[in-house]
């Protein structure tokens, strides 16, 4: 699994080198959690959350409150919020998720 996650990385980091989402499409059974998403439904998939500013209590979820911190707003105590992520112009029904559960990436 790390090789896959390795070359996917390495492929995301030249698509954005390059300027272009047009890369293809990678699939992994376990996103790392907090990981960001486009997805172009007019939801969410399951154990994933819209990245639309909301709180959520840290009791919920502490391992993405790890990560995360209040850097996208809360009181640190009993909640924090996600990131808020406006979705691409003219894409009425697509949406930025973010992973609520999932492997807790690696520090290097």
């Known amino acids: 699994m790390k090789a ?5 990385n390495a492929m995301l980091t030249a698509c954005l080198a390059l300027g272009t989402l047009a890369c ?3 699939a992994g059974s376990a996103p790392f959690i907090g990981e960001l998403m486009l997805f172009g439904g007019s939801f969410c998939p399951r154990n994933w959350a819209e990245a639309d500013g909301r709180e959520i209590p840290i009791a919920q979820n502490p391992a993405l409150f790890s990560l995360f911190g209040t850097n996208y707003g809360g009181d640190g105590r009993n909640n924090f919020g996600l990131p808020k992520i406006a979705p691409p112009a003219g894409a009425s029904s697509a949406r930025w998720c973010v992973s609520l559960e999932g492997t807790f990436p690696p520090r290097n």
Do not use: D, G, N, S
């Open 24 to 26: 293809p499409a990678q």
């Open 4 to 8: 896959i996650r390795t070359k996917t």
